[in-house]
């Protein structure tokens, strides 16, 4: 694979289509797994993790099942089921290495399974990857990096997210501010933040 497409596919994934800032896709684990620093790099781990296995698996069922049999009205539904296993997997694992870090994750983990971001990344690689329902050169490397750093993006927004509530705790706020509002006001001005990435048009 080219490197310069490698580039492109990192700092599209990681700064202009972040899918937290610029897409606003799994936002349920973003606020509610970014009150410290250390459960949310764990999280966007995780997250990274079955964004990259489950791009691999599902451009192999899209390409060598779905297409050829004439089934891709199925593609959400296999998409699905394949980062269910995934979570499913990196849960067993979790609780067995880590069993105070998976009590810290709490609801949230199994949460990834429905995380619409995870989802989104296998739905954004069988559209931009194949063209009439055919393979563009590369496309399984491009989709497994896609995968990757889509999870590096949402490992970047947890980290930042987590470093500011974490500094936030020290000073007072509101009330009527404290926790998921003050929360969401950062997100919206990370959110604006990003958009730099984007240009200006006029």
């Keep these: 694979m080219d490197v310069s497409k490698l580039m492109a596919i990192m700092i599209s994934m990681v700064f202009i289509n972040n899918f937290i800032l610029s897409k606003f896709l799994g936002l349920c684990s973003f606020i509610g797994v970014s009150k410290e620093t250390k459960p949310a790099v ?4 995780a997250v990274t993790f079955v964004t990259t296995m489950s791009s691999i698996i599902t451009w192999l069922i899209y390409r060598y ?5 004439n089934m891709t009205y199925l593609r959400t539904i296999s998409f699905i089921l394949v980062i269910a296993s995934f979570v499913q997997l990196v849960e067993m694992v979790v609780r067995k290495a880590s069993p105070g870090l998976y009590r810290v ?3 949230y ?5 429905v995380n619409c971001a995870v989802l989104g990344v296998a739905v954004l690689n069988s559209e931009t990857f194949f063209q009439n329902g ?3 050169a590369g496309s399984f490397l491009m989709s497994a990096a896609q995968g990757f750093f889509a999870g590096i993006g949402y490992l970047l927004a947890m980290l930042l997210m987590s470093g500011i509530r974490e500094r936030l705790e020290l000073i007072d706020v ?4 404290k926790d998921v509002p003050l929360a969401f006001i950062i ?5 604006l933040a990003f958009m730099g990435f984007n240009g200006f048009s006029r």
């Design 174 to 177: 509101p009330r009527s501010l």
């Design 109 to 113: 983990l199994p949460l990834i399974t």
């Design 187 to 191: 997100a919206s001005l990370m959110s």
């Design 65 to 69: 099942l779905l297409i050829p049999f």
């Design 42 to 45: 764990s999280m966007g781990l």
């Design 105 to 107: 994750f709490g609801i």
């Design 134 to 136: 055919h393979t563009i």
